[in-house]
Nanobody, 117 residues
Framework: QVQLVESGGGLVQAGGSLRLSCVAS????????MAWYRRAPGQQRELVAS???????NVADSVKGRFTISRDNTKDEVYLQMSSLEPEDTAVYYC???????????WGQGIQVTVSS
């Protein structure tokens, strides 16, 4: 069973920055596409940023220019660098990975990010 563990969340003032980290229990090269999602209170889950096994990245319009997704295969970690944070970015952020070989996906437990105005 693949485990994803997020860290790096917390409380930050508007305009500040945070970097979320997601550590996988397996080599990232054994996983398929990976992504960060978020769910704000009372709202549906939203795709924030993702990258494919081919190296293509995608960032939601709502965070474009402020958030960056990256990875370090040597550490089996995926990152979400968040800058110029806004109160609207307050949400629980989740790391997600697709299985490369099975119709299965994996989720982290989620981590809270709170941006105060």
């Amino acid at each position: 069973q693949v485990q994803l563990v997020e860290s790096g969340g917390g409380l930050v003032q508007a305009g500040g920055s945070l970097r979320l980290s997601c550590v996988a229990s397996v080599s990232l090269t054994s996983l398929g596409d990976m992504a960060w999602y978020r769910r704000a209170p009372g709202q549906q889950r939203e795709l924030v940023a993702s990258f494919t096994t081919r190296g293509r990245t995608n960032v939601a319009d709502s965070v474009k220019g402020r958030f960056t997704i990256s990875r370090d295969n040597t550490k089996d970690e995926v990152y979400l660098q968040m800058s110029s944070l806004e109160p609207e970015d307050t949400a629980v952020y989740y790391c997600n990975a697709l299985s490369k070989f099975l119709p299965r996906e994996y989720w982290g437990q989620g981590i809270q990010v709170t941006v105060s105005s």
